[in-house]
Protein backbone atom coordinates (compact mmCIF):
# COMPACT_ATOMS: atom_id res chain seq x y z
CA UNK A 1 0.00 0.00 0.00
CA UNK A 2 1.90 3.02 -1.47
CA UNK A 3 -0.41 6.33 -0.43
CA UNK A 4 0.88 8.86 -0.98
CA UNK A 5 4.31 8.78 -3.79
CA UNK A 6 6.47 12.00 -4.56
CA UNK A 7 9.69 12.16 -6.71
CA UNK A 8 12.06 13.14 -6.81
CA UNK A 9 13.12 13.24 -3.22
CA UNK A 10 16.19 15.35 -4.33
CA UNK A 11 16.88 17.69 -6.67
CA UNK A 12 18.94 20.47 -7.22
CA UNK A 13 18.52 23.46 -9.70
CA UNK A 14 20.22 25.94 -11.43
CA UNK A 15 18.19 29.83 -11.67
CA UNK A 16 16.11 29.80 -14.42
CA UNK A 17 15.56 25.99 -15.04
CA UNK A 18 12.55 24.21 -14.66
CA UNK A 19 11.31 20.96 -13.36
CA UNK A 20 8.14 19.09 -12.53
CA UNK A 21 7.32 17.38 -8.91
CA UNK A 22 5.24 14.35 -9.20
CA UNK A 23 2.77 13.23 -6.95
CA UNK A 24 0.91 9.94 -7.04
CA UNK A 25 -1.65 9.05 -4.65
CA UNK A 26 -3.51 5.26 -4.55
CA UNK A 27 -6.06 5.65 -2.19
CA UNK A 28 -8.82 7.48 -4.28
CA UNK A 29 -8.91 10.62 -2.43
CA UNK A 30 -10.56 13.30 -3.66
CA UNK A 31 -8.26 16.36 -2.61
CA UNK A 32 -4.65 16.97 -3.55
CA UNK A 33 -2.74 19.66 -2.11
CA UNK A 34 1.27 20.94 -2.46
CA UNK A 35 3.02 22.76 1.07
CA UNK A 36 6.10 23.94 0.97
CA UNK A 37 8.12 23.79 4.38
CA UNK A 38 10.88 26.86 5.24
CA UNK A 39 12.56 26.65 8.74
CA UNK A 40 10.33 28.36 11.35
CA UNK A 41 7.21 28.79 9.36
CA UNK A 42 5.41 25.51 9.39
CA UNK A 43 3.82 24.11 5.95
CA UNK A 44 2.74 26.82 3.72
CA UNK A 45 -0.37 25.77 1.09
CA UNK A 46 0.81 26.61 -2.24
CA UNK A 47 -2.03 25.00 -4.64
CA UNK A 48 -4.14 22.34 -4.19
CA UNK A 49 -6.97 20.25 -6.11
CA UNK A 50 -10.96 19.30 -4.79
CA UNK A 51 -11.33 16.97 -8.19
CA UNK A 52 -9.60 16.04 -11.60
CA UNK A 53 -9.43 18.45 -13.91
CA UNK A 54 -9.35 21.39 -11.12
CA UNK A 55 -7.30 23.46 -9.10
CA UNK A 56 -7.02 26.29 -7.07
CA UNK A 57 -4.37 28.61 -5.48
CA UNK A 58 -3.51 28.26 -1.90
CA UNK A 59 -1.57 31.04 0.12
CA UNK A 60 2.24 31.36 -1.92
CA UNK A 61 0.92 30.25 -5.38
CA UNK A 62 3.84 32.69 -7.18
CA UNK A 63 6.45 31.00 -8.97
CA UNK A 64 4.09 27.85 -9.31
CA UNK A 65 1.83 25.90 -11.83
CA UNK A 66 -0.32 22.84 -11.07
CA UNK A 67 -2.04 20.14 -13.33
CA UNK A 68 -4.35 17.40 -12.40
CA UNK A 69 -5.20 15.29 -15.58
CA UNK A 70 -5.83 12.44 -13.61
CA UNK A 71 -7.78 11.64 -10.27
CA UNK A 72 -4.23 10.08 -8.98
CA UNK A 73 -1.57 12.97 -10.12
CA UNK A 74 -1.02 15.80 -9.15
CA UNK A 75 1.76 17.59 -10.66
CA UNK A 76 3.50 21.05 -9.42
CA UNK A 77 5.86 22.88 -12.36
CA UNK A 78 8.74 25.58 -11.52
CA UNK A 79 8.91 27.52 -15.00
CA UNK A 80 11.48 29.46 -13.97
CA UNK A 81 13.46 28.22 -10.28
CA UNK A 82 14.45 31.22 -7.81
CA UNK A 83 16.77 30.79 -4.90
CA UNK A 84 13.47 31.74 -2.61
CA UNK A 85 11.76 28.66 -3.99
CA UNK A 86 14.75 26.51 -1.95
CA UNK A 87 12.41 24.08 0.17
CA UNK A 88 10.92 21.09 1.24
CA UNK A 89 7.95 19.91 -0.87
CA UNK A 90 5.02 18.06 0.59
CA UNK A 91 2.15 16.57 -1.16
CA UNK A 92 -0.93 15.68 0.70
CA UNK A 93 -3.92 13.74 0.05
CA UNK A 94 -7.83 14.09 1.68
CA UNK A 95 -11.22 12.40 1.48
CA UNK A 96 -13.97 14.28 0.19
CA UNK A 97 -16.53 13.11 2.41
CA UNK A 98 -16.38 14.53 5.84
CA UNK A 99 -13.86 16.74 4.67
CA UNK A 100 -13.78 18.72 8.14
CA UNK A 101 -12.16 16.17 10.31
CA UNK A 102 -10.43 14.09 7.04
CA UNK A 103 -6.36 14.06 8.07
CA UNK A 104 -4.02 14.71 5.39
CA UNK A 105 -2.32 11.64 4.08
CA UNK A 106 1.64 13.09 3.12
CA UNK A 107 3.93 12.14 0.72
CA UNK A 108 7.50 12.07 2.25
CA UNK A 109 8.48 15.07 0.72
CA UNK A 110 11.14 16.35 -2.08
CA UNK A 111 14.07 18.61 -1.09
CA UNK A 112 14.50 21.04 -3.55
CA UNK A 113 17.69 23.04 -3.61
CA UNK A 114 17.99 26.51 -6.41
CA UNK A 115 21.35 28.00 -6.60
CA UNK B 1 -4.14 37.46 11.75
CA UNK B 2 -2.22 33.85 12.60
CA UNK B 3 -4.94 31.09 12.34
CA UNK B 4 -2.45 28.81 14.19
CA UNK B 5 -0.37 29.68 17.23
CA UNK B 6 2.74 27.89 18.64
CA UNK B 7 4.28 29.47 20.74
CA UNK B 8 7.03 27.35 22.20
CA UNK B 9 9.81 27.17 19.25
CA UNK B 10 11.55 23.97 21.73
CA UNK B 11 10.75 21.95 24.54
CA UNK B 12 12.53 19.66 26.97
CA UNK B 13 11.50 17.02 28.61
CA UNK B 14 12.59 13.98 30.79
CA UNK B 15 12.16 10.62 29.42
CA UNK B 16 8.72 8.71 31.12
CA UNK B 17 7.25 12.56 32.16
CA UNK B 18 4.47 14.17 30.43
CA UNK B 19 4.45 17.11 28.79
CA UNK B 20 1.83 19.75 27.14
CA UNK B 21 3.00 21.27 23.33
CA UNK B 22 0.44 24.28 23.48
CA UNK B 23 -1.54 25.49 20.36
CA UNK B 24 -4.09 28.71 19.88
CA UNK B 25 -6.47 28.91 17.12
CA UNK B 26 -8.38 31.40 15.26
CA UNK B 27 -11.82 31.52 13.27
CA UNK B 28 -14.88 32.22 13.07
CA UNK B 29 -16.56 28.88 11.69
CA UNK B 30 -18.78 27.12 13.84
CA UNK B 31 -17.49 23.86 12.22
CA UNK B 32 -13.65 22.91 12.01
CA UNK B 33 -11.24 20.44 13.11
CA UNK B 34 -8.05 20.38 14.93
CA UNK B 35 -5.41 18.20 13.97
CA UNK B 36 -1.70 17.65 15.21
CA UNK B 37 1.34 15.94 13.33
CA UNK B 38 4.51 14.45 14.29
CA UNK B 39 7.60 15.08 12.15
CA UNK B 40 11.02 13.08 13.17
CA UNK B 41 14.43 13.88 12.22
CA UNK B 42 13.58 11.43 8.56
CA UNK B 43 11.17 14.27 7.54
CA UNK B 44 7.78 12.31 6.83
CA UNK B 45 4.52 13.95 8.10
CA UNK B 46 2.65 11.54 10.62
CA UNK B 47 -1.10 11.99 11.77
CA UNK B 48 -1.18 11.97 15.47
CA UNK B 49 -4.75 13.07 16.22
CA UNK B 50 -7.66 15.01 15.95
CA UNK B 51 -10.65 16.82 17.34
CA UNK B 52 -13.75 18.70 16.15
CA UNK B 53 -15.07 21.46 17.10
CA UNK B 54 -18.66 20.01 18.21
CA UNK B 55 -17.05 16.80 20.06
CA UNK B 56 -17.80 16.90 23.66
CA UNK B 57 -14.72 15.34 24.72
CA UNK B 58 -11.37 15.80 24.07
CA UNK B 59 -9.25 13.52 22.08
CA UNK B 60 -7.18 10.36 22.74
CA UNK B 61 -4.81 8.07 20.70
CA UNK B 62 -2.61 5.95 23.31
CA UNK B 63 -0.68 8.15 24.89
CA UNK B 64 -1.31 11.20 22.81
CA UNK B 65 -4.85 13.30 24.36
CA UNK B 66 -5.75 16.86 23.20
CA UNK B 67 -6.89 18.85 25.88
CA UNK B 68 -9.36 21.45 23.62
CA UNK B 69 -10.50 24.25 25.41
CA UNK B 70 -13.28 25.60 23.18
CA UNK B 71 -13.39 29.07 24.89
CA UNK B 72 -10.08 29.87 24.93
CA UNK B 73 -9.66 28.50 21.23
CA UNK B 74 -6.71 26.39 22.70
CA UNK B 75 -6.03 22.58 21.57
CA UNK B 76 -2.93 21.64 23.29
CA UNK B 77 -1.29 18.42 22.58
CA UNK B 78 -0.41 16.03 25.68
CA UNK B 79 2.21 13.31 25.36
CA UNK B 80 2.13 11.06 28.79
CA UNK B 81 5.19 9.21 29.45
CA UNK B 82 7.50 10.43 27.19
CA UNK B 83 9.84 8.13 24.95
CA UNK B 84 13.20 8.67 23.34
CA UNK B 85 11.49 8.33 20.43
CA UNK B 86 9.06 11.32 20.80
CA UNK B 87 11.76 13.33 19.68
CA UNK B 88 10.45 15.45 16.42
CA UNK B 89 8.66 18.64 15.27
CA UNK B 90 5.12 18.73 16.21
CA UNK B 91 2.51 20.69 14.01
CA UNK B 92 -0.64 21.61 15.14
CA UNK B 93 -3.24 22.44 12.14
CA UNK B 94 -6.49 23.35 11.58
CA UNK B 95 -9.63 22.97 8.89
CA UNK B 96 -12.19 25.48 9.12
CA UNK B 97 -15.38 24.18 7.62
CA UNK B 98 -17.01 26.81 5.44
CA UNK B 99 -14.83 29.53 4.76
CA UNK B 100 -11.00 27.86 4.49
CA UNK B 101 -9.70 26.03 0.97
CA UNK B 102 -10.47 22.73 1.86
CA UNK B 103 -6.77 22.72 3.16
CA UNK B 104 -4.78 22.58 6.57
CA UNK B 105 -3.50 25.73 7.44
CA UNK B 106 -0.52 24.78 9.71
CA UNK B 107 1.45 26.24 13.00
CA UNK B 108 5.13 26.88 13.15
CA UNK B 109 5.67 24.05 15.55
CA UNK B 110 7.39 22.84 18.09
CA UNK B 111 10.72 21.27 18.21
CA UNK B 112 10.15 18.42 21.28
CA UNK B 113 13.31 16.98 23.10
CA UNK B 114 13.06 13.88 25.11
CA UNK B 115 16.04 13.29 27.75
CA UNK B 116 17.19 10.56 28.77
Known amino acids: NAGVTQTPKFRVLKTGQSMTLLCAQD?????MYWYRQDPGMGLRLIHYSVGEGTTAKGEVPDGYNVSRLKKQNFLLGLESAAPSQTSVYFC??????????????FGNGTRLTVT | AQKITQTQPGMFVQEKEAVTLDCTYD???????LFWYKQPSSGEMIFLIY??????QNATEGRYSLNFQKARKSANLVISASQLGDSAMYFCAMREGYTGRRALTFGSGTRLQVQP
Open chain 1, 27 to 31: MNHEY
Open chain 2, 51 to 56: QGSYDE
Open chain 1, 92 to 105: ASSYLRQLVNSPLH
Open chain 2, 27 to 33: TSDQSYG
